[in-house]
């Protein structure tokens, strides 16, 4: 009963989330796209008129390669905190609950629609930056992807336990002010990490999305990410962490 | 392989302070409807989830299916079919993908599942709306909804948490004809309600449970005709007739009881009609006793704070 650990059940889960995206991809595929938009046009064409290359990158290939990440993490986050809150709130856990899925396995499955969301996030900025001729097509496609699902796995667990925690949708707002945009902030997506001040300097460095951008920025411009590795193996614990926090969480939470 | 499918032994539940399940000893048979009945928050809810597998019991023995609910919940919960008190229908998907769905979670394979839900949508009367979303069916039809995914898996133990509170009669006689024919087919039932009528027409066992324990236990005629008598007559006196009510009363060779403004009078021997008639009354009918008689009685008439 207080069995932790998700078994390939939680796919199933994973799959009932995906049937009703059917429902409503049109709006979700907008939403998908609008997000990545709005900072490109902001913050690039805004912005990025005012700012030299950075490195050897022009700033809009800096700033694209950056929201493929960021946008991942703030619909990963997205999805199971609101939606996950909703259907926890609509009793779609419970039913669940009644059959041979256990708590861990609910989890996991919601933590994956989390992760899925975030590489189609990603991918939908993909899409643009190629329009837009900011990248070229190639096969760093998919380990720049393969990255985005495992930041997913974090960003959707923890979310998930905050969404556990948290006992109104309102309180789910101060999750997008303290966590979301905080961390969007600090990990490298819209400038260089130098220009933060020490104390945020080790923020930056906790922060998966950080060493995510590390892979990500690299391998979209033709470079082999430095430390790549290390990079990878910090992100696949912090995702191994998320899940843990989140099946937890909602353990403690339905157990109730 | 032991006949009974649930075995509870000193069952307890307590969260903090409050025990919600005070030590209970039941056994439900193959083949058998049981019924918990009791005011609302008597325990009944917290029993059925601990059998459920999701309530993890505080103390005391309970085996469903054979097998302990703690070390074995996945393999109980397989063979389980769950109407929940609340309807928790998937309302982001259609009337035949919430069975869908649902049948995913069993691991049921497609070509499987698609007979079953057929035949379960044909059973519950809605094939024709199986497109539609949730949404748009009555309380009565979503009702019905639920009762077909609880069998999705074709259970061999059903839980019914107030199959059916909220609906219309008309409604209630259709989920209790169902109901009826699977016990027919064998299915074993473990229900709760707090409508007497549903634990008569249903049950053939109940019992009765109020602050976590266990009142009474037999079948629902046998308890009656024990603790209640044949006849129950029903006076509501009017202001008059309620002067010097508790004397007129006493001389009756009858068990009296009050509920609000009405008296209920359960006759031990012959009982005097005349002196009865002679209360000033708005209202005076004579009826068969029934478990609703017993269960005020047992559980007390004052409405609970």
């Known amino acids: 009963m207080r069995n932790l650990v998700p078994s390939i059940r939680a796919l199933r889960v994973w799959q009932r989330n995906v049937t009703t995206y059917r429902h409503v991809w049109l709006s979700n595929v907008l939403g998908h796209l609008a997000d990545p938009l709005f900072y490109l046009a902001v913050l690039g064409f805004g912005l990025g008129a005012l700012m030299p290359p950075i490195g050897e990158l022009p700033y809009m290939t800096f700033l694209v390669t950056g929201i493929i990440a960021g946008a991942a993490m703030s619909s990963a986050c997205f999805e199971t905190s609101w939606a996950s809150h909703m259907r926890m709130s609509q009793r779609t856990f419970d039913a669940m609950l009644a059959t041979p899925l256990s708590v861990a396995d609910i989890a996991a499955g919601e933590i994956l629609t989390a992760a899925t969301k975030g590489v189609v996030s990603a991918a939908a900025t993909l899409i643009i930056a190629l329009v837009l001729r900011l990248l070229s097509p190639g096969w760093w496609i998919l380990p720049v992807l393969g990255t985005v699902l495992l930041q997913g796995l974090f960003f959707g667990g923890v979310a998930l336990a905050v969404s556990a925690h948290a006992r109104t949708m309102e309180a789910l707002n101060h999750f997008y002010a303290l966590f979301i945009m905080p961390v969007l902030f600090v990990s490298g997506v819209f400038f260089p990490l130098q220009e933060l001040p020490a104390a945020l300097q080790v923020v930056s460095t906790l922060s998966p999305l950080t060493h995510a951008v590390h892979l990500i920025r690299p391998l979209a411009t033709g470079a082999v990410p430095p430390s790549w590795l290390l990079e990878l193996l910090w992100i696949a614990l912090a995702a191994v962490l998320g899940v843990w926090l989140g099946c937890a969480s909602l353990s403690r939470k339905m157990a109730r | ?305």
């Not at chain 2, 266990?214 to 006849?231: A, D």
Request: hydrophobic share 40%.
């Open chain 2, 1 to 305: 392989m032991p006949s009974e499918v649930i075995l509870a032994r000193g069952l307890v539940k307590r969260y903090g302070d409050l025990e919600a399940v005070a030590g209970i000893d039941f056994r439900v048979e193959q083949g058998e409807c049981f019924g918990f009945l009791g005011v609302n928050g008597a325990g009944k809810t917290t029993t059925l989830r601990m059998v459920q597998c999701v309530l993890a019991p505080t103390a005391g023995q309970l085996r469903v299916l054979g097998r302990d609910v703690a070390s074995q919940a996945r393999q109980i919960k397989a063979r389980l079919g769950v109407v929940p008190q609340a309807d928790n229908l998937d309302p982001d998907l259609t009337v035949r993908e919430n069975l869908r769905v649902y049948s995913r979670y069993f691991g049921i394979r497609r070509r499987q599942a698609y007979e079953r839900i057929a035949e379960l949508l044909r059973f519950v009367q809605l094939d024709e709306r199986a497109h539609e979303p949730v949404a748009n069916l009555s309380g009565g039809m979503q009702r019905r909804l639920v009762l077909a995914r609880a069998m999705i898996n074709s259970p061999q133990l059903m839980l019914l948490d107030e199959p059916t509170t909220g609906l219309d009669p008309q409604a209630r006689h259709m989920v209790w004809g169902r109901l009826r024919s699977l016990r027919a087919a064998g299915v074993t039932m473990l229900l709760t309600t707090h409508y007497m009528e549903e634990a008569a027409q249903l049950c053939d066992r109940v019992a009765v449970i109020d602050a976590g324990q266990i009142l009474m236990l037999g079948r629902p005629e046998e308890l009656v005709r024990e603790h209640v008598g044949e006849r129950c007559i029903e006076l509501r006196p009017t202001q008059a007739g309620r002067e010097g009510l508790a004397e007129r009363l006493a001389d009756l060779d009858a068990h009296c009881e009050q509920a609000g403004d009405t008296v209920f009078i359960y006759p031990r021997g012959q009982l005097d009609w005349g002196a009865i008639a002679a209360i000033p009354h708005e209202r005076l009918l004579e009826r068969s006793a029934s478990l609703e008689d017993l269960f005020l009685q047992l559980t007390g008439r004052e409405l609970r704070r």
